[in-house]
């Protein structure tokens, strides 16, 4: 793949974005994430309703989805950088390609995930997690049944997203994303309190939302004439390998990033799984809340990859670092004020789920750790990687995600929480130490401009 290092000179540039049009690429980004957090929250709180090892059988089984999930994302996002790049070029019939490679390797990769997933899930819920509670692990086998069977519509909406995100119309997935989790909302309230479903009635709405989600988002891709990235059924059915390959640049590097730093997590909470129901509970909420926190700052990292991409393709590496800086910059302020307040109304947030005195109180401080360094720490060390993906300067982004999370999270993980017994809270220190270290590479990388000689030049 050839590079470039040289930008066009700021003077001689258009800006490619206005601020108006930022914001409009970023506000249905936002509010696409906070659904998204709203679901995972509104599952928790009803699964809470049936007890403990309910809520800890689908928290734990939630570690796997969300691997499974960011491998989904990863791919998508290598669709995403890569469709951005050839519209920033002005090559809208690559873009329409590279949109038909995305569904038919995503449509490839769910199958695939999910049926893995549903001939070994005893074997997976064993190995991460070990000799838990029968009764938890009960629970955990049917919502992994059921959730399982998403996998594939999942990936395909994911591809449908990220096609429309890429043109800059993140409106269309947005709308989609709020049919899509609205039903699954109403469907956990009908299925839990008044069918009576239990642990079943959470997962199994989860499953139809994605259905009804994936089969909207790719007849809107295709039926939009006017989408710059129109999706077609030949550009699905006739995979190219050189457009395969494109993607796959972007998304393996990625898929292996995201899904070994979910990988860890799930590690990790093998180890809080040790200190028993009180940690693993804990650990769900204060993931669901601190959840609230980053809303802001994953969709900013999803308007990085399609604003820092279009740059990158239409040749301007000077516009496509000031656009991240700038992106960053909002990060910092929106986001802190969303953590702010979730600090400030955290005793009213916890007061949402059924929790026993030592759960609630752990979760608290679970939560302290989180939002109060995240104010500081979690946009260098999320968003601004993004900015670097999109730029294809993946391999970078991939070995230090890859070495932090074993060095800090899984390394340092172990001896805080199990060698000196803190449990959760040990994890939790060990994730801070994480995010500090990777703040200070992807800063120092994005500084010295080292990211720009890795952006492609398409011919």
Known sequence: MQTRSAAKPAAQAEPLFTNRQLVRLLWPLIIEQGLAVLVGMADTVMVSSVGEAAISGVSLV?????????????????????????????????????????????????????????????????????????DVMTEALLYFTITGLSYPFLALYNAGAAIFRSTGNSAISMKVSVLMNLTNIAGNALCVYVLNMGTAGVAVPTLFSRA?????????????????????????????????????????????????????????VSMISLFGTVHISANAVANNLDSMGCIVGQAMGLAMITVVGRCVGAGDLDQAARYARKLLLWDYIVQGASN??????????????????????????????????????????????????????????????????????????????????????????AMVVDWVFRVLCFVLRFVTGAWKKHAPLRA
């Open 62 to 134: 939630d570690m796997i989805n969300n691997l499974i999930i960011n491998i989904f994302a990863a791919l998508a996002t290598g669709g995403a950088v890569v469709t951005s790049q050839f519209l920033g070029a002005g090559r809208r019939e690559d873009a329409s390609r590279s949109a038909g490679g995305l569904v038919a390797l995503s449509a490839l990769l769910g199958t695939a995930v999910t049926a893995v997933c549903l001939v070994g899930r005893v074997a997976l819920l064993r190995l991460f997690f070990g000799s838990i509670e029968a």
């Open 212 to 268: 009804l989600g994936a089969v909207i988002i790719l007849y809107l891709a295709a039926a939009h004439h006017d989408n710059p990235a129109r999706l077609t059924w030949d550009g699905v059915r006739h995979l190219q390998p050189r457009m395969a390959r494109n993607i796959l640049y972007i998304g393996i590097p990625s898929a292996m990033e995201n899904s070994l730093f979910q990988l860890g997590r799930v590690l990790v």
């Open 340 to 429: 702010a307040a979730v600090l400030l109304l955290l005793p009213q947030l916890l007061g949402m789920y059924t929790l026993s005195a030592d759960t609630w109180q752990l979760a608290r401080l679970l939560v302290l750790i989180h939002a109060g360094s995240g104010i500081v720490l979690w946009p260098a060390s999320f968003v601004l990687p993004n900015a670097l993906r999109a730029a294809s300067d993946v391999r970078f982004t991939m070995l230090v995600s890859i070495f932090s999370m074993v060095a800090w999270r899984l390394g340092f993980s172990y001896i805080l929480c199990v060698q000196m017994g803190m449990g959760a809270v040990g994890v939790w220190i």
